[in-house]
């Protein structure tokens, strides 16, 4: 992985078993998460290992990493993704990924309306879902 060279940091089977850890799921999950579904397979990888191999996978652009509001950071695949948005439910902590190319277009007025060029953003809509409700 050219990600870890660039970063000083040797290529491993472990640091391997993690990066195919995060792309196996969609789910947005934190790092405890990670460590436990790698080591329940019998595979062992140390946390520390984990933590930074995800550090250099979030600075590398193939990794995201949310920050929902409630301490916990979790993380997805960029790369086999699209772009997407996510609403979250505050009581169960569900996450739904959405695409609306209202929001899209709004967003791309405001910054015109504003002379910004847009190269990044972040949209996060937080509510109770209908099973909470």
Do not use: P
Request: charge should be positive.
């Amino acid at each position: 992985m050219d990600a870890l060279r660039n970063e000083g940091m040797r290529y491993t089977k472990q640091r391997q078993i993690v990066w195919d850890e995060i792309c196996r799921s969609k789910d947005h999950r934190d790092a405890e998460e990670i460590y436990f579904n790698i080591n329940k397979t019998g595979r062992n990888v140390s946390r520390a290992t984990i933590y930074r191999t995800i550090d250099v996978l979030v600075k590398n652009n193939l990794v995201r990493q949310l920050e929902l509001g409630d301490g916990r950071k979790r993380f997805e695949n960029k790369l086999d993704s699209t772009h997407h948005d996510h609403i979250v439910c505050l009581s169960c902590g569900d996450i739904q990924e959405f695409y609306d190319d209202l929001i899209e277009a709004q967003q791309d007025k405001i910054a015109k309306k504003y002379n910004f060029k847009i190269v990044r953003h972040i949209h996060q809509l937080f509510g109770v879902c209908k099973n909470c409700k």
